[in-house]
């Protein structure tokens, strides 16, 4: 297996169980809050902290399985990871936005969650599946794994109970709540409260009691109203997402206000309202994410100016220059020799 440490590809293909490096950021962000150097983590699976930047990259899922393994053992905590995985907060994965603008109830927002999961998973099957009196919520791998894939599924045990807290707002009965993982010895002891059961290596799921899918969500587009009197604390939720969003996308060609609803799954005119919470609009938004990305770049970059500005979508490097001294008071020159001096 070690051949495939280091291969990175740029794609989703469904003939190879891939996962996107994205996944590994908050893990990063563990380990430097502990004290501990990443790179050495990322060297011991053949990565590096570029290819973890370079958007939409990924690696085999054993890469990955490899490296939660290695975290742990970095950090000296069996529990690490499940703890990371319950600290996020997922209301601005893109992959999650959609239910949440949507949905009304808990089976809702799984249900459109599921169906958005499954157009970029490679490397598993999400589901949610009702039998009987019980609900399921999980994931079935596609292949037998070649080692227990113990902290991956403290991770993602501890990444879907914080989607369900953050949904439900609260769980009422946690201990009606059934974890599975192939080692339940890898969740801290704030899950003590659920039950824990040893799985197989296939998946890891969490069971509920199912009449829990019809109760209303916490969260959704009808709470764009409350958010007013609440604006800081909502900035970290949907302002944030959209922000990262356009700042993955800024140097798509003519990303409009139309196409920059589009990646969030909404019409330009709900997305302009709901921005408006926030004293903001689109093309204010657009604009921020346009001059960070320049001034990034000339000051973490050699690219030319009038590099960066066919990057923005300028026609000609001119314009590019007048937009940037109008905004920062000063030329893109004068910026990046400020910057380097």
Known sequence: ??????????????????????????????????????????????????????????????????????????AKDRTFCATIGSQLDPTGWPMVQKAFQQ???????????????????SSSTPYVEVRGEMASFGETRKFEPLIKPAQNDGFMIGLKMAMLERVLGDVKEPERVILSLCDPSVLPKSFDRYQALRGDNMGPRIRFPSEWLSYSIAFGAGEVAAMSGNKEKQLGHFLAGFRELLRQNICSRNLNASKAAELIHMTPRSLARRLS????????????AKFDYAKDALDGSDLSIDQIALNLGYTHPSNFARAFAKEEKMSPTRFRSRQRD
């Open 1 to 74: 297996m070690t051949l495939l440490f280091g291969c990175v590809w740029f794609f989703m293909s469904n003939s190879l169980p891939l996962v996107h490096l994205q996944l590994l950021r908050p893990l990063l962000g563990g380990l430097k809050a502990c004290g501990i150097d990443p790179a050495p983590v990322l060297e011991s699976v053949g990565l590096t902290q570029s290819a973890v930047d370079q958007e939409g990259s990924s690696v085999h899922v054993m890469v990955m399985h490899h490296f939660t393994e290695n975290c742990a053992t970095a």
């Open 103 to 121: 949905a009304t109830t808990l089976g809702d927002f799984l249900n459109i969650y599921v169906a958005q999961a499954n157009k970029y998973a």
């Open 277 to 288: 919470v926030w004293d903001t609009s689109i093309s204010k938004e657009l604009a921020r």
